[in-house]
């Protein structure tokens, strides 16, 4: 089993910078597929970013492309995701979630993770 735990959320400035980790163990994700959704309230869970296992590969939606970078440092068995140029729209609970067997046709899609984490709130103040 994999465990998940995001941290790095609080209150955020706009235009901030704070960035999100999401810390595994249990066993290591270095071969997992990565990736942070987010929900804002009262609106369905999105996708925001994903990273290959191996980091090579990076996905973003059009709203945060830009703006917010996913990285991973499988030393630490840690996913980061770096954010920039903060909006009010960001606000949000964001949750990072990992599976070995995600197709690239398939990452956007939140059913095809086994493993998440609990989510972190970002809160933007401007």
């Known amino acids: 089993q994999v465990q998940l735990v995001e941290s790095g959320g609080g209150l955020a400035q706009a235009a901030g910078s704070p960035r999100l980790s999401c810390a595994a163990s249990g066993r290591t994700i270095s071969r997992y597929a990565t990736v942070w959704f987010r929900q804002a309230a009262g609106q369905v869970c999105v996708f925001v970013a994903g990273?290959?296992?191996?980091?090579?590969?990076?996905w973003y939606a059009d709203s945060v492309k830009g703006r917010f970078t996913s990285s991973r440092d499988n030393a630490k068995n840690t996913v980061y995701l770096q954010m920039n140029s903060l909006k009010s729209e960001d606000t949000a609970v964001y949750y990072c979630a990992a599976d070995d067997r995600v197709r690239v046709a398939n990452l956007r899609k939140k059913d095809e993770y086994n493993y998440w984490g609990q989510g972190t709130q970002v809160t933007v103040s401007s």
């Open positions: 990273i290959s296992w191996s980091g090579g590969s990076t």
